[in-house]
């Protein structure tokens, strides 16, 4: 406990962007004639790097995957991106932790401009001491390289950082680059998900958060 530096994962952590991902998920697959109406499937989009997903879910290869990238960001970048809500309860622990003087910082595998728009929209920025997500060229979309950018831009001291996120990507990515971890439940990642890469921490939902920093 004590932490200084809290670092959150955006989709399935501080919003909920289901509608707006399966829905631009469902444009591009559409651009190759395959048609997907198992929603839960499309969840799984929820978090880790879109090329990962295309090529894991769908069998796409490499240059397929790129291609249903840009048919996914036609969608999203126009309707998608405000096709989401956050998480009832989060805006009160950010406000929080910021009379706490926390440093809160996002970390997301999400292009970096899209989660500024995201959190300009709906006006939380000012939460917030940095955020940090993936360039448009897909080259930098792996938690831990975000983790490890952060941590290094900022100087940040590790024993008082820990990552807040609902998928295994954000305790793997924590757990390299030897940090903290609280797992969050309400999200898109199973508690068998979250336990199996051992975060330091589970929460079962946003009205506990607090008690882990």
């Known amino acids: 406990m004590g932490y200084i530096n809290i670092l959150f994962d955006l989709d399935g952590t501080l919003t909920n962007p289901c509608e707006g991902i399966t829905n631009s998920v469902k444009y591009s697959l559409g651009k190759f004639n395959v048609i997907e109406n198992n929603n839960e499937k499309l969840k799984m989009f929820i978090g880790p790097p ?5 090529m894991e879910y769908y069998d796409f290869d490499k240059n397929t995957a ?11 970048s126009e309707k998608g991106i405000y096709e989401n809500r956050l998480y009832e309860g989060i805006e009160n622990v950010l406000k929080e932790l910021n009379i706490q003087n926390k440093n809160c910082i996002i970390a997301t595998s999400k292009p970096e401009t899209f989660a500024i728009k995201i959190v300009q929209y709906f006006q939380i920025e000012h939460y917030f001491k ?4 993936s360039n448009m060229e897909g080259t930098f979309v792996e938690k ?27 305790i793997i990515g924590a757990n390299k680059n030897r940090i903290d971890s609280v797992g969050v439940l309400y999200g898109y990642g199973t508690k068998e998900e979250l336990q199996q890469e051992k975060p330091t921490y589970l929460c079962n939902s946003v009205n506990e958060l607090l008690q882990y920093f």
Do not use: C, P, W
């Open 66 to 76: 790129q291609k249903a990238i840009k048919y996914y960001r036609e969608y999203f």
């Open 50 to 54: 879109l090329e990962k997903s295309f």
């Open 130 to 133: 940095h955020i940090t997500g």
């Open 144 to 170: 831990e390289d975000i983790i490890k950018y952060i941590l290094e831009k900022y100087n940040l001291e590790k024993e008082v950082t820990i990552m807040v996120g609902d998928r295994k990507y954000d």
